[in-house]
């Protein structure tokens, strides 16, 4: 059972939501081996596969995991968001804007989703500062999220400075390309720069202003003291 990864987790889900058709693959063949699945056959002689009470006791364990994982993602996000409101920015989370990336016959439109998104607290557009967080709290999501250069270009197109806050202890600097500022989150609550994000300009277009004038901001007691610049 400890050679079983993510695909054999992905297929006890699927056999457990199915009606227990076989794929006779390999990955089944782990799963038989291991007691997580078992053959059946019908009246009619129609084999089908069930999940074992062994494989359901893995399927409890993979989902608590999981749900420990977004947990302490969201308590992450939540720590970003109130950090960039504390610098005089405001800020939104779970957003989805459109950006271009690409040149030429190769460009195309990609979904940025960041976790964290802020701009300066001030009536300047030029003033306005956007900055990408991107939070990680497992280093399989973390190293991932890296293989989607159209992503990473995406959060470039809109955030003049793009940050990966990294769960200490899942990664550093030499995972990340230099493109990217890195923090590490530490669970004493310190939050440690261990390589600055680089600046350059960026102005928002006209569909993003659009996207943050729909989108609800986080709320901030201290709003109305916010200093305008």
């Not at 950090?83 to 957003?95: F, P, S």
């Not at 350059?200 to 986080?218: D, H, Q, S, Y």
Request: with cysteine; aromatic share 6%.
């Amino acid at each position: 059972m400890a050679t079983l990864g993510v695909m054999h987790q992905r297929r006890l889900r699927e056999v457990w939501r199915s009606a227990g058709w076989p794929f006779q693959d390999l990955i089944e063949i782990e799963l038989l081996a291991a007691g997580l699945l078992t053959r059946e056959r019908d009246v009619a002689g129609r084999e089908t596969v069930r999940v074992t009470d062994a494989g359901v006791a893995l399927l409890a364990q993979t989902l608590q995991r999981n749900r420990a994982a977004r947990d302490a993602h969201e308590q992450l996000v939540g720590r970003i968001a109130r950090e960039m409101q504390r610098a005089g920015r405001v800020v939104w989370r779970g957003l989805s804007l459109r950006a271009k990336v690409g040149e030429g016959d190769e460009a195309g439109w990609v979904m940025a989703m960041p976790d964290v998104y802020s701009i300066r607290y001030t009536t300047v557009e030029d003033y306005l500062e956007p900055v990408v967080h991107e939070i990680k709290v497992r280093r399989a999501d973390l190293l991932a999220d890296l293989r989607k250069p159209a992503k990473g270009e995406a959060y470039r197109q809109i955030g003049g400075e793009c940050w990966y806050v990294l769960r200490a202890g899942i990664g550093g600097p030499a995972d990340v390309p230099e493109l990217y500022g890195v923090m590490a989150a530490h669970d004493s609550g310190e939050l440690e720069v261990l390589r600055p994000a680089p600046k350059r300009a960026c102005k928002l277009p006209f569909g993003i202003w659009m996207a943050l004038a729909r989108a609800v901001p986080e709320p901030n007691d201290d709003d109305a003291q916010s200093p305008l610049t």
